[in-house]
Antibody, heavy 122, light 107 residues
Framework: EVQLVESGGGLVQPGGSLRLSCAASGFTFNNYWMTWVRQAPGRGLQWVANIKQDESEKYYVDSVKGRFTISRDNAQNSLYLQINSLRGEDTAVYYC???????????????WGQGTLVTVSS | DIQMTQSPSSLSTSVGDRVTITCRASENINRHLNWYRQKPGKAPELLIYGASNLQDGVPSRFSASGSGTYFTLTISSLQPDDFGTYYCQQSFGSLTWTFGQGTKVEV
């Protein structure tokens, strides 16, 4: 059974930093691209970042470029999101997800974690 | 960046109704379009990928179509479990993805 379990969220002051983690199990982690998606309270989903299996490609939404860093440790079956210079608008539930390409070559997020809440407030 | 626009933003329906949600892309995304449903307090779940492919385990009352810039998701006969917010998502643009703003379905 595929499982993704996020951790590392919490209350942080503006300008602070956090490192979110996502522990993956039930599949061969190093075969998949992975993603982070966030959702501000009462708002819609916002894609944040994608990372290739070997970390050779990383993509970010414009609003987090230079502040967020996606990474992974394939030996530990773990995905990370380092978030720096936090702002109030970064307050959200952060979900990690597995990206499946399948035979069609059209990527989608086929498994999601339960999310971890990041609250930016003084 | 590719923008995704869903309509309607919300709809109030009844069990047994046929429901259609539309999603428009600001530029051609071929068939790189996915649909998700999210229930309150839960993670989203994948319903449809590649514009029209039903994800394993998703009931056949869900169907979808479209290509290019116009896409639709249809629920043929709404069931009580179908409440939630539905999102389209494009996965075409240089691996920089975007979601639609969501459509809240109330049963």
């Amino acid at each position: 059974e595929v499982q993704l379990v996020e951790s590392g969220g919490g209350l942080v002051q503006p300008g602070g930093s956090l490192r979110l983690s996502c522990a993956a199990s039930g599949f061969t982690f190093n075969n998949y691209w992975m993603t982070w998606v966030r959702q501000a309270p009462g708002r819609g989903l916002q894609w944040v970042a994608n990372i290739k299996q070997d970390e050779s490609e990383k993509y970010y939404v414009d609003s987090v470029k230079g502040r967020f860093t996606i990474s992974r440790d394939n030996a530990q079956n773990s995905l990370y999101l380092q978030i720096n210079s936090l702002r109030g608008e970064d307050t959200a539930v952060y979900y990690c997800g597995r990206i499946e390409y399948g035979s069609s070559g059209r990527p989608r997020i086929d498994f999601w974690g339960q999310g971890t809440l990041v609250t930016v407030s003084s | 960046d590719i923008q995704m626009t869903q309509s309607p933003s919300s709809l109030s329906t009844s069990v047994g109704d046929r429901v259609t949600i539309t999603c428009r892309a600001s530029e051609n995304i071929n068939r790189h379009l996915n649909w998700y449903r999210q229930k309150p307090g839960k993670a989203p779940e994948l319903l449809i990928y590649g514009a029209s492919n039903l994800q394993d385990g998703v009931p056949s009352r869900f169907s979808a179509s479209g290509s290019g810039t116009y896409f639709t998701l249809t629920i043929s006969s709404l069931q009580p479990d179908d409440f939630g917010t539905y999102y389209c998502q494009q996965s075409f643009g240089s691996l920089t993805w975007t979601f639609g703003q969501g459509t809240k379905v109330e049963v």
